[in-house]
């Protein structure tokens, strides 16, 4: 199902991204990469979950993507099943140089399942790729599982920006063509619509890569519901 507070006219449709993983992976440091394209050495550790948003153009559409990051101590796990609901996608992080952050990933993708939509998008990363000299886990092993769970790939580093925005327009399109494809089916009688050309009508929207930003961090993401599209 999609989250848009707008029909498929060109204007600004919203996609919630969820990312999980164990603590220390570096969800953090990649939503604010992503977002503000900024990176610091040291940062608090999540406590229960913080909200961020940023805008991109893909195939000539606008997205919203409402990117929660999630905490990974096991005091907060029993939370973050409720930021699966209605997610769009879901990003399970693991550390390269941790052979532990990647088996917890394999765990984390068993309890999404249950309580995520059957049509979640799921991407699996690598990060911390700036490290390859302290690897425990190859490139080959994280591919190979994503492979297994029908997963988007990518190794990423947060400190280098590699493989950060590509991960996110991966999901994206990937989202869009779900879109699309039940847009199809939906409209069979009355036409198709095509989403990868519809135009922008909305000025208030950034067209870039470096889209829009705004962000609510700390406790549960503020007044956005974490178990809603936002």
């Known amino acids: 199902m999609m989250d848009s507070s707008t029909t498929l006219s060109g204007k600004t449709h919203e996609m919630k991204v969820v990312l999980v993983g164990s603590v220390g992976v570096g969800k953090t440091s990649t939503v604010m990469?992503?977002?503000?394209?900024n990176f610091q050495e040291y940062i608090e550790t999540t406590i229960g979950a913080s909200y961020l948003?940023?805008?991109l153009n893909i195939n000539d559409t606008q997205i919203k993507f409402n990117v929660w990051d999630t905490a990974g101590q096991e005091q907060y796990k029993s939370l973050v099943p409720l930021y699966f609901r209605k997610a769009n996608a879901v990003i399970i992080v693991y550390d390269i140089t941790r052979q532990k952050t990647f088996d917890d990933a394999k765990n984390?993708?068993?309890?999404?399942i249950p309580h995520s939509p059957e049509d979640v998008i799921i991407a699996i990363t690598g990060n911390k790729s700036d490290l390859d000299n302290l690897r425990e886990i190859e490139r080959i092993q994280g591919e190979k599982y994503a492979n297994s769970i029908g997963a988007i790939f990518n190794e990423t580093s947060a400190k280098?920006?590699?493989?950060?925005?590509?991960?996110?327009q991966r999901l994206g399109k990937a989202w869009l063509s779900k879109q699309q494809q039940s847009r199809i089916i939906k409209d069979d009688d009355s036409g198709a619509v095509?989403?990868?050309?519809t135009t922008n009508t909305n000025?208030?929207?950034?067209?870039g890569n470096a889209g829009n930003t705004s962000n609510n961090n700390g406790g549960t993401g503020g007044s956005k519901c974490p178990c809603g599209g936002g």
């Open 203 to 207: 000025n208030n929207t950034n067209t």
């Open 33 to 37: 990469r992503f977002v503000k394209d």
């Open 160 to 168: 280098n920006s590699s493989g950060i925005t590509d991960i996110f």
């Open 194 to 197: 095509n989403v990868g050309n």
């Open 108 to 112: 984390w993708y068993k309890e999404l």
């Open 53 to 55: 948003s940023k805008v």
